[in-house]
């Protein structure tokens, strides 16, 4: 167990009818200027843009619209949403949807108020923004667990990179699960295997040893898996989409890392495919974590060992340690099938291989879990995910 | 799982050497008058105090001792703490102990800036205090979680009543896993029974389904069990004691009450012994959890008999579910005889039973995690434990 600061800002409202209950106390400790910002209006469609509306005038605040929020946004998305931020003098801004509408405000609420280019300033300068407008977000489709830390994955398109960038932490979210009814379900259950992702990444992550933060995190693994199930079974299951919406949370709260290293080697490799094909983030890891496993189990034998057994129920009688850990791997690449999720980049519409090498190149290589990765390994793994 | 609203204000510095590291910068956002709160003066002998005195030098304070903060704190020691905070004007509590140095602390930070007294105030008028002197936490006997979250167990001598009360939370708090090292072992391991007495006081509430919340309980009731048989093992066991600090955190940190409503009966039985007699409030819990849940487990097989499986892991072989329920609560007490706790009053040095009656009369009695008791079951639960 390493040495750890610990902060967990963001205060939380779960369950139904959360919006409406706590939103008007929390609007009542901002300016009157509030930014609403969204995706591409499905919240008009599904009556929460209506909800928010009626609770933003009711708290006597003056809208201003921030739409068009792209599923991979951008870092164009964020500059347009930063100046109107500045144009208007926006007090608050109030993100409405998933992943990707909290992770752009998260970086609009730092570039509005800062002079300098925030990606200049993290990625040239190596500094962090230490100011934001004050940013809440009413979560609409779970699984990224943005809504409960300062990250953010934004796309620049200019540089083809897609890359973890830091920004604000939002004062308050709001959790519904019934607002997780309206998501397609092909999203919702990529959402979650998101969740599951972000938790093995953590994991995985040193010390390889185990310890307390690894056996809550077998214990959101095991409960996302069994949720993800009951939901395939039965959709409209509302206290299975709360599990959910609460795993996600737990994967991204912080609580997980607590004394340990993560390693983001699956996302790394993900982005940058997202960055070349704009592919779904749930389902370019569900490809991608099989074959990285199968890549470096032998460098974390006994974790992958212990995972195979506490998470995937492996029975390790007759069995020597390798076949262990590479029964767990395949465990969970069933459970990708069972999920309806691909395990192949062709199974979700990539089918130009030559985009391989241009991402393996501009892959961000991580210190590694159990093993650092060459660039020709990373190569060999995306043609492996092909 | 219920709704909730969850906030963690407290930042954690967990680690050795932790106040060296980080206790300057907390230092230098607060003013020049500090008041450093301690118990009976271990800290003297075992070099905190003048670490801390360094630090505060260092940071240019001025230093206001508030000391002999008992193990059972008393409301007459929060009265005289609250009284030295206004005489004396302070910017800023820093509090350096256990649970009850902590406790303490929470009640004069917020008793020291009303002119109500908190007593009356909360049991009286059910208001809660909103304002408070600026806090931050040393901790350096971990257990209660005391340094976790805004209660606080005291002890009114002229009431004879010891019961929760509502103070001030922490800004921060310091967990340094060495600075245990010099506490009485017997404390330590009494302490950590504290944290598991939390997390099965949580994990028994409502509702009884079972779903993440107790999944995460379970792993920390796992963690705190064989880490406290690590260290019977080796005392020395840093290791040990950094995964048993940490448990104490997650035991009342909140995370393991989401979505739940916590039921603490024991602890509600205990504070009244206390209130009595004085007794050391883990070994308290000891003697009754095994006893109360004998009475109760029928009332909630399921949850008991799921205990047994997943805490105790007890096979369910050839056994009803009452066996299961049983064999699990067994196992706990065994737990308890191998930790050198005791499972009798008698064997705590109470050795006057015409406490029990009065005792029983003014205990707190529950919602109940599975069955409310009646003031005559309390009864009978004491004179078993006896």
Redesign the interface.
């Known amino acids: ?9 963001t ?6 009818g ?1 919006a409406a209950k ?1 939103l008007p106390a929390e609007l009542a400790k901002v300016g009157k200027k509030v930014m609403l910002a969204y995706g591409g209006g499905s919240i008009k469609s599904n009556g929460i843009y209506d909800e928010m509306m009626t609770i933003l005038k009711d708290a006597g605040k003056t809208v201003i619209e921030f739409s068009g929020i792209m599923p991979n946004p951008t870092y164009a998305k964020v500059q347009e949403g930063a100046e109107l931020a500045r144009k208007e003098n926006v007090d608050f801004i109030l993100a409405v949807g998933g992943g990707s509408v909290s992770d752009c405000c998260k970086i609009v609420a730092s570039q509005a108020v800062t002079e300098e280019d925030i990606w200049e300033l993290e990625f040239t300068k190596h500094e962090f923004p230490t100011d934001a407008v004050k940013l809440g977000v009413v979560v609409t489709a779970s699984g990224t667990g943005s809504e409960q830390n300062a990250g953010a994955v934004i796309t620049n398109e200019d540089k083809k990179i897609k890359t973890g960038v830091f920004g604000a932490h939002a004062d308050f979210a709001i959790l519904d699960p019934q607002y997780t009814m309206s998501v397609p379900f092909k999203q919702v259950i990529s959402g979650a295997f998101d969740t599951l992702s972000h938790a093995m990444e953590t994991y995985f992550g040193k010390p390889q040893e185990s ?2 933060s690894d ?2 995190n ?3 693994m ?2 996302t898996i069994a949720n993800i199930r009951k939901l395939i079974e039965n959709p409209d299951d509302l ?1 299975a989409r ?2 959910l919406m ?2 996600s949370a ?1 994967a991204e709260n912080g ?1 997980l890392k ?2 340990k290293i993560t390693d983001f080697q699956a996302h790394q490799i993900e982005h940058q495919l997202g960055a070349y094909t704009n592919c779904n983030h749930g389902r370019g890891l569900a490809v991608i974590h099989p074959v990285l496993y199968r890549h470096i189990y032998k460098e974390g034998l006994e974790k992958f060992k212990r995972f195979a057994v506490a998470v995937w129920n492996v029975s390790t009688a007759g069995k020597s340690d390798d076949e262990i850990a590479l029964a767990g791997i395949s465990a969970l690449e069933d459970f990708i099938k069972e999920a309806g999720l691909p395990t192949r980049f062709r199974d979700m519409g990539i089918t130009y291989e030559d985009v391989l090498k241009p991402v393996a190149d501009s892959t961000n290589i991580t210190a590694g879990c159990c093993k650092q990765l060459t660039r020709e390994e990373i190569f060999e793994i995306l043609q492996e995910c092909f």
Chains 1, 2 share one sequence.
């Open positions: 167990m390493n040495d750890f600061t610990y902060a967990y800002p205060k939380i409202y779960f369950g139904k959360a706590h310890f307390l056996e809550i077998e214990a959101v095991r409960n206290e709360s599990e609460w795993d737990m609580i607590i004394g």
